[in-house]
């Protein structure tokens, strides 16, 4: 099923189990996303105007898309867009996504994941020294099974993001990734890193950078609603 067919089997399902007010929140929040311009973009209000949780995502060095919450369904956020695709997320982390050139199709040993305790911490306000080990598999499209994964994250870092033209107080974790058996490409990198930004008084994740493969290039992902809500 496309993402666009996707979409309107949530109107279809909306419109036949919601209220009107919901059905038109979510329709007006996906026709941004659908809407496709060269680099998009929302401010401060229309963030908070929204009913619909929004995101800001960049892939590569494509054109930033607004993308909405589509769904939550047992802890994992599912985010659609205009440009075919969608991300799967649990505690920040993409676990699986449908619509781009090679799709995540598993990631195993999630509960084990360091960023649900990270998240803990950055909510307690703490900056104490972690050194989280965590190791998992994934399986991708086109018949890749089992790509074995060693994840370390370092100590964290104060760090400053002026996000939705507000500034925002937070932990940076850095997040060090290895592929753990013999390359089978060409132009293979072993080892590469994601970015993580927590907000210090809250814990909420409100911004990241997830290269989600050894041969896929980096997402980032920006929460803009959160950081609405933390505005006011």
Request: charged share 20%.
């Amino acid at each position: 099923m496309t993402i666009k067919r996707f979409a309107f089997a949530i109107f279809v399902a909306i419109a036949t189990t919601s209220c009107s007010g919901t059905y038109h929140a979510y329709y007006d929040t996906l026709k941004i996303a659908f809407s496709e311009p060269k680099d998009a973009d929302m401010t401060l209000a229309q963030v908070a105007e929204s009913k619909i949780d929004v995101m800001l995502v960049q892939r590569g060095e494509r054109p930033k898309a607004i993308m909405a919450l589509a769904y939550l369904e047992n802890g994992r956020h599912k985010w659609v867009s205009g440009d075919n695709a969608m991300f799967v997320m649990e505690q920040g982390r993409v676990v699986r996504t449908l619509g781009l050139n090679k799709d995540l199709l598993y990631l195993g040993n999630s509960q084990e994941d360091p960023l649900k305790r990270i998240a803990s911490n950055a909510k307690a306000n703490s900056s104490a020294k972690q050194s989280n080990q965590w190791r998992y598999i994934t399986d991708w499209s086109g018949d890749e099974y089992g790509h074995p994964i060693e994840s370390h994250f370092t100590t964290p870092e104060n760090e400053t993001l002026t996000l939705l033209s507000k500034p925002i107080h937070t932990y940076h974790y850095v997040e060090t990734l290895s592929y753990q058996a013999p390359s089978d490409y060409l132009r293979f990198n072993q080892s590469w890193q994601n970015h993580y930004w927590f907000d210090r008084q809250s814990g909420a994740l409100v911004k990241s950078i997830q290269t989600l493969s050894p041969i896929s290039e980096p997402v980032e992902f920006v929460y803009l609603s959160r950081i609405a809500r933390l505005a006011h």
